[in-house]
């Protein structure tokens, strides 16, 4: 308790506290501007961070994180585009009801349960993560390796459409981490075709900035002629009454549980959050014929939820090192250029850096509520800016990225070809956050499993001897044989 | 399976495999570990291995959807492709991707290369893409308004003029920006 109020000292000091409102305000801007997402920002943030002090650098992108995932609910209630892929859900009700000449109230809606969400899964943040940092800090390397290839084929099974494509997705992410000065073997290259920048491997910025900004760039040119349909807005009924609280009380509670739960779960991010939350108020609702037509409930359930995945994705991140989300993937990045090992030593051995985090958190919360209900129509009118004036600058804002990491132009070549890469991975429906989760977790991965065959002389029988270990192989077949049994169902039901 | 997806999938799955097969070939003679059974190259050769079969799973998909699809009736054909026209919303433009691709690799080029300063050249690179993605009717109206002096001109050419502002700011902003804050060494040219 004495650590988290040091956090917050410090977190509230003139810098941190600039620097978290910066990143919040950016954040609900990009997260309201369609092409735009949490992802795209905070990788293209990252290298504005090299200069500063690692915690000052976390608050800045964790204000970003909280400000993109609550910022798409503008574009979802206004302009039926979800300006985040977490917001997806909120367009079902939040677009009819601001047709329906309830802008303001949508939104108010919206935000306050993006807010209750976001306190809600803090709450989880500083309960759960230190217990299961102790608890992972007992893990050997069997136990960890595991625990990652469950990670990835748990993302791999959620991820939209095609599981196989969701496989494929995790396991280009982790070929593309393989080139190399291998560590294990005493600094030996390894897959560089005797190209020297191979050596250090690809960068994690320049494949990043690639996959998730470029590629959408490359996504929204083609799409630029896309007029979208918008609604006229108001701020009135931006607050909730009383009766409002009373009524939504339990949907906003019962659906920030969910987003946590599902945020702690490696790899499934807001999005799956949201759409789990918002079938569950669905179903347990008295009028479940109202969702999809302007249901008040539907928009608490999906907001309440797609924050909620912010602090819950903090958890195994902050406890174990495993992205609970993609972004979570690109803090892992940050802490890492940084100098700062993401793991379960995190709290033994950098206290005051997850101490900022957990407390960047809770404010990033508390200033997007501030920002979204006192300015939501200046930013409303933001995301009517023609794409064609927006989408170039970001485009210089990739090359700067992914040159500043090592002034190398190697690094913007990778970034571009990354770029196209993701863009025709996307247009083949393959799932991008499983690449990137991939490219993050394989050097760990492999390490544990190689220092593990080093302890036990090439002996690979702990993987299922160690209950924790075979605990997560069951899992991890499980999760890849459950979606096959439901197809051989399916088909056996329709003969 | 849609059958536009089903093409794009057989193409990117063979660059895919064709990949995995390059990475095989170099991992191949990698030595084994000196301190642990594995060393450099298994795990990538896994991954390849692993790859191509998912790739091969997808082919076959893809293959199978390509040869319904050639049975299908002309007829059938022709009712889908009409369905498909009616219900676009919007005229996708992918020579646009590709020229803005062509700019940004010259863009690259030239900073690499020395030729031209970030400030300049950005600025230069900018006011150049959007005018491309806005249209050129605006670069045409610029051009009336600034022959004729007519300012009935100005509203179709505004775009040109955000263009130029934009440029310019990003340019040299940013360059200020990223050189004296950042310290970002940016090329100078």
Same mark, same amino acid.
């Given at each position: 308790m004495e650590a988290l109020s040091q956090g917050f000292f410090q977190i509230l000091t003139p810098v941190p506290f600039l620097l978290v409102l910066l990143g919040t305000t950016l954040g609900i801007f990009g997260g309201a501007i369609p092409g735009i997402t949490g992802a795209m920002m905070i990788a293209l943030t990252l290298p504005l961070t090299f200069n500063m002090v690692p915690g000052n650098a976390l608050a800045l992108l964790i204000g970003m994180y909280v400000g993109a995932?609550? &910022?798409?609910?503008?574009?979802?209630?206004?302009?039926?585009?979800? &300006?985040?892929?977490?917001?997806?859900?909120?367009?079902?009700? &939040?677009?009819?009801?601001?047709?329906?000449?309830r802008p303001g109230r949508a939104l108010g809606l919206g935000i306050t349960a993006s807010f209750v969400g976001g306190l809600v899964s803090w709450v989880f943040l500083v309960l759960v993560s230190e217990p299961l940092s102790d608890l992972a800090t007992r893990f050997g390397p069997f136990e960890y390796f595991t625990l990652v290839m469950m990670a990835m084929v748990l993302i791999a099974s959620v991820s939209q459409g095609s599981m196989v494509k969701g496989l494929l997705s995790g396991a280009l992410g982790m070929l593309v981490a393989m080139p190399g000065v291998d560590p294990a073997a005493g600094g030996f290259p390894r897959i560089t075709w005797d190209i020297m920048y191979l050596n250090g491997g690809l960068g994690l910025l320049p494949v990043l900035i690639g996959v998730f900004a470029v590629s959408q760039l490359i996504a929204d040119v083609v799409d630029i002629e896309h007029k979208v349909e918008r609604t006229k807005f108001s701020t009135k009924g931006i607050f909730m009454s009383f009766k409002d609280w009373k009524d939504q009380a339990w949907n906003m509670i019962r659906s920030s549980v969910i987003g946590t739960w599902i945020g702690i779960l490696p790899g499934i991010g807001a999005n799956i959050g949201s759409i789990v939350a918002y079938t569950t108020a669905k179903n347990m609702s008295k009028t479940p014929e109202k969702f999809g037509t302007g249901s008040e409930e539907g928009i608490v359930a999906s907001e309440a939820a797609n924050n909620a995945t912010v602090g819950g994705a903090l958890i195994p991140l902050i406890a174990m090192g495993i992205p609970g989300s993609v972004i979570d993937a690109i803090l892992i990045g940050a802490l890492m250029i940084h100098a700062i090992q993401p793991g379960p030593t995190l709290f033994l051995n950098n206290p005051e850096i997850v101490y900022a985090m957990i407390s960047a958190c809770l404010?990033?919360?508390?200033?997007?509520?501030?920002?979204?209900?006192?300015?939501? &129509?200046?930013?409303?009118?933001?995301?009517?800016?023609?794409?064609?004036y927006v989408l170039p600058p970001i485009l210089v804002f990739c090359v700067i990225g992914a040159f500043a990491i090592n002034n190398l132009f190697f690094d913007v070549w990778v970034m571009l070809g990354f770029g196209i890469f993701g863009y025709f991975l996307e247009r083949s429906n393959v799932p991008l956050g499983p690449f990137v989760i991939g490219f993050v977790l394989a050097p760990i991965a492999e390490s544990k499993l190689r220092s593990g065959l080093m302890m036990t002389a090439g002996d690979f029988s702990p993987i299922i001897t160690r209950p924790l270990p075979a605990a997560f192989v069951v899992i991890s077949i499980i999760l890849l044989v459950w979606p096959f049994y439901q197809e051989w169902k399916r088909g056996k039901k329709n003969l | 399976m849609n059958i536009a997806l089903a093409k794009r999938d057989i193409g990117?799955?063979?660059?895919?495999?064709?990949?995995?097969?390059?990475?095989?070939? /170099?991992?191949?003679?990698?030595?084994?570990? #000196?301190?642990?059974?594995?060393? #450099?190259?298994?795990?990538?050769?896994?991954?390849?291995?692993?790859?191509?079969?998912?790739?091969?799973?997808?082919?076959?998909?893809? =293959?199978?959807?390509?040869?319904?699809?050639?049975?299908?009736?002309?007829?059938?054909? /022709?009712?889908?492709?009409?369905? /498909?026209?009616?219900?676009?919303?919007?005229?996708?433009?992918?020579?646009?991707?590709?020229?803005?691709?062509?700019?940004?690799?010259?863009?690259?080029?030239?900073?690499?290369?020395?030729?031209?300063? =970030?400030?300049?050249?950005t600025c230069l690179f900018l006011f150049g893409i959007i005018v491309f993605l806005v249209g050129m009717e605006s670069v045409y109206a610029f051009g009336r308004l600034i022959t004729t002096f007519d300012r009935k001109h100005l509203a179709a050419a505004r775009p040109v003029l955000i263009a130029a502002a934009i440029a310019v700011i990003m340019g040299f902003g940013c360059e200020f920006v990223f050189t004296e804050i950042f310290f970002i060494d940016l090329p100078t040219g």
């Open positions: 995932i609550s &910022g798409g609910l503008i574009t979802a209630t206004l302009m039926r585009m979800p &300006g985040t892929p977490a917001a997806v859900m909120t367009t079902f009700d &939040g677009y009819p009801m601001a047709r329906d000449g404010l990033a919360n508390i200033m997007m509520y501030g920002i979204m209900t006192s300015s939501v &129509g200046k930013i409303s009118k933001l995301m009517f800016t023609p794409r064609a | 990117l799955m063979i660059f895919i495999i064709a990949v995995c097969v390059a990475v095989l070939v /170099e991992s191949w003679d990698l030595p084994p570990g #000196s301190f642990e059974p594995l060393g #450099s190259g298994p795990v990538p050769q896994a991954i390849a291995f692993l790859i191509i079969g998912l790739c091969s799973i997808i082919l076959v998909r893809a =293959f199978i959807a390509l040869i319904r699809h050639n049975g299908m009736q002309k007829s059938e054909e /022709e009712n889908i492709i009409g369905t /498909e026209e009616k219900t676009a919303e919007f005229r996708p433009r992918p020579w646009s991707a590709v020229v803005v691709l062509l700019l940004s690799g010259l863009y690259v080029g030239i900073l690499y290369l020395g030729i031209m300063g =970030f400030g300049l050249l």
